[in-house]
């Protein structure tokens, strides 16, 4: 609840929707606040980046999880960009990266902060669909 506000302001700024389907604003996460809110706003970022994009955000609870699925209508990522997004060691070769990579950076690092933080993080891609990301956290 308390990163919506935030993600919603801009993407009215920049010509871009945020829709929620589904939040479970009582879902009890055990996590440092600043950090998990952190994380999850990099990763919407990354789609808001993208002029007149939809987002659509959902927080459930599932069992002893709560899970937080962000699909944007943005342009598809192929499958080694993806790759390279969920591989924590590329952050070690990104000095010689070219400027895509270094455009993946912030969410490089929301990927590492939310593992570090003791979640999972899946991220699919493709035409059509656009860009899913499901991250699950332990309640």
Same mark, same amino acid.
């Given at each position: &609840? @308390?990163?919506?506000?935030? *993600?919603?302001?801009?993407?009215?700024?920049? @010509?871009? $929707?945020?829709? +929620?389907?589904?939040?479970?604003? /009582?879902?009890?996460? #055990?996590?440092?606040?600043? *950090?998990?809110?952190?994380?999850?706003?990099? #990763?919407? /970022?990354?789609?808001?980046? !993208? $002029? @007149? +994009?939809?987002?659509?955000?959902?927080?459930?609870?599932?069992? /002893?999880?709560?899970?937080?699925? #962000?699909?944007?209508?943005?342009?598809?990522?192929?499958?080694?960009?993806?790759a390279s997004i969920l591989d924590g060691?590329? =952050?070690?070769?990104? &000095?010689?990266?070219?400027? !895509?990579?270094?455009? /993946? =950076?912030? +969410?490089? *690092?929301?990927?590492?902060? #939310?593992?570090?933080?003791?979640g999972h993080v899946e991220i699919a891609?493709? !035409?059509?669909? @656009? +860009?899913?990301?499901?991250?699950? =956290? =332990?309640?």
């Amino acid at each position: &609840a @308390g990163v919506l506000p935030r *993600l919603q302001r801009r993407a009215r700024r920049d @010509g871009s $929707e945020i829709m +929620t389907v589904q939040v479970d604003e /009582d879902a009890p996460i #055990f996590s440092d606040a600043r *950090l998990l809110m952190h994380s999850l706003r990099r #990763f919407v /970022d990354r789609a808001l980046d !993208e $002029e @007149g +994009t939809t987002v659509t955000a959902t927080a459930v609870v599932e069992g /002893d999880c709560v899970r937080f699925t #962000f699909i944007d209508s943005a342009p598809a990522l192929d499958a080694d960009r993806v790759a390279s997004i969920l591989d924590g060691d590329n =952050l070690l070769a990104l &000095a010689q990266a070219d400027m !895509e990579q270094l455009a /993946d =950076l912030p +969410t490089m *690092l929301a990927v590492r902060l #939310f593992r570090a933080l003791g979640g999972h993080v899946e991220i699919a891609s493709s !035409e059509g669909m @656009g +860009t899913r990301v499901v991250l699950t =956290l =332990l309640s």
